[in-house]
Nanobody, 125 residues
Framework: VQLQASGGGLVQAGGSLRLSCVASGRTFRDWDMAWFRQAPGKEREFAAAIRWSGGTTVYADSVKGRFTISRDGPKNIIYLQMNSLKPDDTAVYYC???????????????????WGQGTQVTVSS
């Protein structure tokens, strides 16, 4: 399994970015996908997750209403549309995947077996 994240960059507060993560190496139909982020000096934290089959989503409270996670099944790509960005959103964003886990575990770092390399998002004030 390989994950390749892209789409990060520098944006002003209030702006938008869309991150992409291309997944390869197997069929992901029954897997779960997620975005996590890690700010300088802080622990990696959950942002959003989606079930590949069915499309059920879950979000961290800090991004709910501003970020949207989605998937393109035929292309094996997941996206994170980030709107109304704040300086506190500055972080390296990582995509991750795992075979299906319990809904309650979708936001747990330890649930995910495979990780992409990360893409930097910087939001200026």
């Amino acid at each position: 399994v390989q994950l390749q994240a892209s789409g990060g960059g520098l944006v002003q507060a209030g702006g938008s970015l869309r991150l992409s993560c291309v997944a390869s190496g197997r069929t992901f139909r029954d897997w779960d996908m997620a975005w996590f982020r890690q700010a300088p000096g802080k622990e990696r934290e959950f942002a959003a997750a989606i079930r590949w089959s069915g499309g059920t989503t879950v979000y961290a409270d800090s991004v709910k209403g501003r970020f949207t996670i989605s998937r393109d099944g035929p292309k094996n790509i997941i996206y994170l549309q980030m709107n109304s960005l704040k300086p506190d959103d500055t972080a390296v964003y990582y995509c991750a995947t795992t075979p299906r886990v319990a809904y309650s575990a979708l936001g747990a770092l330890s649930s995910y077996d495979y990780w992409g390399q990360g893409t930097q998002v910087t939001v200026s004030s």
